[in-house]
């Protein structure tokens, strides 16, 4: 199959697509929850006849056997929704109050469905095998790793995965060498001190001083790495205190870090907890860090990316494939995937202000232009088959 005739059979599927997509954003789950959603892939993929099984409690991973394939080449949807409520007025409007499909995972699920759809039909003419991973709880808990550790990569030589981007227009696609997404790790700090009574500050250790220096001092943590590196520390959360007239025995912090290279997550991680055990014990306090290990930073392979422009080219136009110039410092956990195979990650516009379809993802008006459904469809069958 050539791009042309991929692109068609693709076109030929497009008002099953929006009508596979809608059910899903009809009926969005939460991460872990999405056992409606299972359902509805199982018995999809019962209809192609395409062998799966569950796992990750929520997920699915189904294969086709290409005719004497040695390579086995991965999609990946994840499935899950996100707690807002839904203010679009529209037919296939989220029937689950409070939850919604604000991030285009139902339009994940729905794209990949396709693929499985048509290659199941091709089968006789795949020179690879073919897997399928519908993956729970992108959003939350990063379902990607409990896929990886009952076996959704065994065997799998490269992965792909796509999102749909409501920043750029329906027709193109954005795709960026190395570093796409951040990695993340949750901060937490306890400063110690020893209370006492406000009018008599020296019989007491004031955390609330302490945690100011200390927050004061942590920006030079980022401001003094290699200045061609990236890295976010933010404190979001910070609580002391039981009165305005008591010196503060306890102040908690909470917050994130997000970098791109992993030995730059490691180093500031390092410089900041030299800091959070130094620095209070000069000021007669005590810190106490913990950090507990996010999502990995999303790296793609060059040449997967290569690969993935080559194939948007063929399918939508030169002029619409378009190299994403900044990494994105949010986290996306298909770069699990990627710490252990070669695969891409790329994105696929939906954005259609003609439509009134221009929301911002994780927002109660966010939508996409279908019509790009079946544009997923074809470049990812495209990429299955260039391997």
């Not at 290699?226 to 959360?237: C, E, F, I, N, W």
Request: aromatic share 6%; charged share 25%; proline share 3%.
């Amino acid at each position: 199959m050539d791009s042309n005739k991929i692109l068609e059979l693709a076109k030929e599927i497009s008002p099953w697509l929006s009508e596979v997509r809608r059910d899903f954003h009809m009926y969005p789950e939460l991460g872990m929850e999405e056992l409606r959603t299972q359902r509805k892939i199982c018995e999809y993929l019962d209809e192609f006849g395409i062998l799966y099984k569950k796992m990750a409690k929520t997920g699915v991973v189904g294969e086709i056997k290409g005719k004497g394939a040695v390579k086995t080449i991965a999609l990946r949807a994840d499935m899950d929704a996100l707690p807002i409520l839904e203010k679009n007025h529209v037919s296939y409007r989220s029937k689950n109050n409070g939850v919604m499909h604000a991030c285009g995972h139902d339009a994940h699920t729905a794209i990949l469905l396709g693929a499985a759809k048509i290659l199941s039909e091709k089968q006789d003419e795949l020179g690879v095998n073919v897997r399928f991973i519908f993956q729970p709880a992108e959003e939350t808990v990063g379902g990607a790793e409990p896929m990886i550790k009952e076996g959704a990569l065994e065997g799998v030589d490269a992965i792909f995965g796509l999102h749909v981007s409501s920043e750029i227009e329906k027709g193109s696609v954005e795709y960026r060498y190395k570093q796409m997404n951040a990695s993340s790790d949750s901060i937490e700090i306890e400063i110690r001190g020893v209370s006492a009574h406000g009018a008599y500050p020296g019989e007491g250790v004031d955390a609330i001083v302490i945690t100011a220096q200390l927050i004061t001092a942590m920006q030079s943590i980022v401001s003094r790495i290699d200045a061609r590196d990236s890295a976010v520390l933010t404190m979001g959360m910070i609580a002391g205190g039981t009165a305005p007239n008591i010196i503060a025995d306890s102040v908690k912090l909470m917050g994130t870090l997000r970098t791109l290279d992993p030995q730059v997550r490691k180093l500031v991680k390092e410089k900041l907890r030299v800091l959070v055990e130094t620095l209070p014990v000069s000021m007669g306090g005590k810190g106490i860090l913990k950090i507990e290990k996010g999502y990995s930073s999303l790296i793609n392979d060059d040449k997967m990316v290569d690969l993935v422009k080559r194939n948007a080219v063929d399918i939508l136009g030169v002029g619409n494939v378009l190299e994403k110039e900044k990494a994105n410092m949010g986290v996306e956990d298909f770069g699990y995937y990627l710490e252990k195979i070669p695969g891409v990650f790329f994105y696929l516009g939906v954005k259609n202000e003609k439509k009134g379809i221009a929301a911002s993802a994780h927002n109660g008006f966010f939508d996409i232009d279908e019509d790009a459904l079946h544009l997923g469809v074809a470049i990812q069958i495209l990429n299955v088959l260039s391997v």
